[in-house]
T-cell receptor
Framework: QKEVEQDPGPLSVPEGAIVSLNCTYS??????FMWYRQYSRKGPELLMY????GNKEDGRFTAQVDKSSKYISLFIRDSQPSDSATYLC????????????FGAGTRLFVKA | GAVVSQHPSWVICKSGTSVKIECRSL??????MFWYRQFPKQSLMLMAT?????????EQGVEKDKFLINHASLTLSTLTVTSAHPEDSSFYIC???????????FGQGTRLTVV
């Protein structure tokens, strides 16, 4: 079993839809949870960063962490064609140094 | 967020030559630099982790003599692909982290094509 599981998609939605992206994990020692957006042939860009269970909102993006279920989500409201990208979840634990595990990434297409 | 500047963004080289990729942390001290490789439509594969002033730690299966990593200062880390071959063609990305900086920040990536 991988430490972090993420459905690679692709996920195709119409413009304006609410998008839900999810990851599950197996290691309860993960302390920090991130979502990155990666456009084709570019480096990943940090979107959201949280360390506690619950919701964190930033504009059209909401990150949700459920540590009891080992499940994290990223919601995108009013999705736009410019949101079309690959979204990577990532989780970090502190083992004397920070170790980060990335999900495989979900490819999202938002159709105009 | 903090910025990691990676250069070049793309490079084409002949088989057998060496290519150097630089990553600079512009507004923070990157005590740790992670180097990744990414194949098309696949996720990030960690190649090595380097800490400023010490030797890099390579992941299993990554040839340390082929992928030379130098992290001589808190703002600069380099990856040199030595004697490059077509199978080394890939997207290479660095990610810089500072002390206590759990999230770290990616460079823009380098598209290497070996012909």
């Amino acid at each position: 079993q991988k430490e972090v599981e993420q459905d690679p998609g692709p996920l195709s939605v119409p413009e304006g839809a609410i998008v839900s992206l999810n990851c599950t994990y197996s290691n309860s020692a993960f302390q920090y949870f991130m979502w990155y957006r990666q456009y084709s042939r570019k480096g990943p860009e940090l979107l959201m960063y949280t360390y506690s269970s619950g919701n964190k909102e930033d504009g059209r993006f909401t990150a949700q962490v459920d540590k009891s279920s080992k499940y994290i989500s990223l919601f995108i409201r009013d999705s736009q064609p410019s949101d079309s990208a690959t979204y990577l979840c990532a989780m970090t634990l502190n083992t004397g140094g920070f170790k980060t595990i990335f999900g495989a990434g979900t490819r999202l297409f938002v159709k105009a | 967020g903090a910025v990691v500047s990676q250069h070049p963004s793309w490079v084409i080289c002949k088989s057998g030559t060496s290519v150097k990729i630089e990553c600079r942390s512009l507004d923070f001290q990157a005590t740790t630099m992670f180097w990744y490789r990414q194949f098309p439509k696949q996720s990030l594969m960690l190649m090595a982790t380097s800490n400023e002033g010490s030797k890099a730690t390579y992941e299993q299966g990554v040839e340390k003599d082929k992928f030379l990593i130098n992290h001589a200062s808190l703002t600069l880390s380099t990856l040199t692909v030595t004697s490059a071959h077509p199978e080394d063609s890939s997207f290479y990305i660095c990610r810089g982290g500072g002390t206590g900086l759990a999230e770290a920040f990616f460079g823009q990536g380098t598209r290497l094509t070996v012909v």
